[in-house]
């Protein structure tokens, strides 16, 4: 799988919109993009996922750049749970097998702090 | 049930002593993952099961490490001859086997302390 770069945190006001970058400049053209995010003492818990066009669901969207080299997790409006650690990762289904041997590969990810 | 359930939540074992994880996938998964993450750490990779396939055993670090799958559900992963350095919560997830296409579900983990 592609390698992503993400910022390492990034601080927001609750109430207000948060926009996590992500960069993946060697994305294939079969590679999706997919978000996770990892609450305190919790296993990581699915958010997002997309492969070109723009994607909302009922925590976020994702907006994918017309290249695709870059993406943004977008939460609308921010509160104190929203506090986590956010993973931006590629996902090659064609070349994956339903799983592969690596399953999700997890880099260190944003660490987003909602301050009240 | 309704998500991936781990247990027991929290162990704490002494060195050399085997200790045994269970994870009980969603219901209808065929595919399961393994992961353990040190404190601080990202999450490192160690065993995938898919359906009746015989399970990708290339993340496991050691010897000590071994998983089984028994009917397609319920998985245990197994640490002989614990070590300090085994210390760290080990995560199970689940998806159904096109998991590229949608998400995967994890549990909240097993904390294993080793002391």
Redesign the interface.
């Known amino acids: 799988d592609a390698k992503t770069t993400q910022p390492n945190s990034m601080e927001s006001n609750e109430e207000e919109p948060v926009h996590l970058p992500c960069n993946h400049s060697t994305i294939s053209g079969t590679d999706?993009i997919?978000w996770?995010r990892q609450l305190p003492?919790?296993?990581?818990?699915?958010v997002i996922?997309g492969l070109t066009s723009n994607v909302n669901n009922r925590m976020a969207s994702l907006a994918i750049a017309e290249d695709r080299k870059s993406s943004t997790l977008i939460l609308h409006r921010a509160t104190l749970r929203d506090a986590a650690v956010y993973y931006c990762i590629l996902?090659?289904?064609v070349s994956?097998?339903?799983?592969?041997?690596?399953?999700?590969?997890?880099?260190?990810?944003t660490h987003l702090i909602i301050q009240p | 049930g309704a998500g991936v359930s781990q247990s027991p939540s929290n162990k704490v074992t002494e060195k050399g002593k085997d200790v045994e994880l269970r994870c009980d996938p969603i219901s209808g998964h065929t595919a399961l993952y393994w992961y353990r993450q040190s404190l601080g750490q990202g999450l490192e990779f160690l065993i995938y099961f898919q359906g009746n396939s015989a399970p990708d055993k290339s993340g496991l670090p050691s010897d000590r490490f071994s998983a089984e799958r028994t009917g397609g559900s319920v998985s245990t992963l197994t640490i002989q001859r614990t070590q300090q350095e085994d210390s760290a919560v080990y995560l199970c997830a689940s998806s159904p086997w096109e998991g590229a296409f949608s998400g995967y579900t994890f549990g909240s983990g097993t904390r294993l302390t080793v002391v």
């Open positions: 999706y997919h996770y003492s919790q296993g990581p818990e699915y996922h996902r090659d289904p994956d097998s339903g799983g592969g041997a690596d399953g999700l590969t997890f880099g260190k990810g």
